[in-house]
């Protein structure tokens, strides 16, 4: 499959987890991608690597510059990048409150605005948005992070709706619980690592991880030109999480 011969891509985030499979997915069926991250250290020689962090409004702006300058356009955006939060809602002080939304939300608006201009000159243009499963259930002991989650949500569908006549698709993946870097992290802190991961396996319908391939492929949908009408999508890659009830 090559639907993205000659488009151009950024993923944030796209180092490592989700990022780098979905970077590597786009470039398999023929973009041209740059990869944001706050470290590039051994990111493939495939991909345009660009140090940036989204919670800074000057590094955004550099970074999509020199991808446009780079390629001479801009066609899709991932906004990937993201960072987790456990507790209750009592759990996590101002500081932390602010910081993961800032990364989680407020980055992806300072990445999307800057953008937009290139996005508009672009006859297949589309941003997909990675949300998670946590933005429309509850689940014990993620408070922050759903929180930032439920915003993305909310935000995918506004900016659907405002730059549907743009020609710019906006949509959203919503994964469960992926084996990620972030979650074997969580995992091995444990005090059972053993018995924390079956946990979470179990959490899921089909007994297992959602893994990061997996995302990237409902990702890559989201952007393809193939899929052309669909925006305003969030769409679940959960093993079952959200819907199914199997007791």
């Known amino acids: 499959m090559n639907e993205f011969s000659g488009l151009v891509a950024v993923v944030t985030g796209g180092a490592n987890g989700i990022g780098a499979a979905t970077a590597a997915l786009l470039f398999e069926r023929g973009a041209r991608v740059a990869v944001l991250d706050r470290s590039i250290d051994g990111v493939s020689d495939d991909f345009f690597p660009v140090l940036c962090d989204v919670t800074s409004t000057v590094e955004v702006d550099a970074a999509i510059a020199a991808v446009v300058e780079h390629f001479g356009g801009l066609d899709i955006v991932i906004n990937n990048a993201g960072i987790g939060a456990a507790g209750d809602v009592s759990a996590n002080d101002d500081d932390e409150w602010h910081r993961v939304l800032d990364v989680n939300i407020v980055g992806l608006a300072r990445v999307s605005r800057a953008a937009l201009p290139h996005l508009r000159k672009s006859a297949r243009a589309a941003i997909v948005n990675t949300c998670s499963v946590v933005a429309l259930l509850g689940v014990p002991n993620r408070a922050l992070y759903s929180a930032s989650k439920g915003a993305v949500a909310a935000v995918t569908l506004a900016m659907a709706a405002d730059h549907v006549k743009d020609g710019i698709r906006v949509n959203a993946v919503t994964p469960g619980t992926a084996d990620t870097p972030w979650v074997s992290r969580i995992v091995d802190s444990a005090e059972d690592p053993a018995a ?13 991880l959602v893994t990061a391939g997996e995302v990237a492929i409902a990702i890559a949908y989201l952007a393809s030109p193939l899929g052309s009408s669909t925006t305003g999508t969030l769409l679940s890659v959960d093993g079952g999480m959200n819907r199914l009830r199997l007791g």
């Open 196 to 208: 924390a991961a079956a946990a979470l396996n179990a959490r899921q319908p089909m007994g297992r």
